[in-house]
């Protein structure tokens, strides 16, 4: 399982997301202009579980309108 999450310098939840997906090498596509709506940094943390261990990561995203 693997989980998006979006949030503001606040903190505050903006997007969130989980889907299963098969093994292999996956890309997904965001625009986050359309859960952000203004400038500033977000923090996007991204979570996958494998049933056998998680890893996280977290990425901070400057974002200029």
Not at 4 to 9: C, Y
Not at 41 to 49: A, E, W
Request: net charge neutral.
């Amino acid at each position: 399982m693997l989980s998006s999450e979006i949030f503001d310098i606040l903190g505050q939840r903006i997007y969130n997301n989980s889907t299963q997906e098969e093994k292999g090498s996956h890309t997904k596509e965001l625009n986050i202009q359309n859960y952000a709506a203004t400038s500033g940094i977000y923090i996007f943390h991204f979570t996958l579980d494998t049933g056998e261990k998680t890893l996280t990561k977290s990425v901070k995203v400057q974002l200029i309108k």
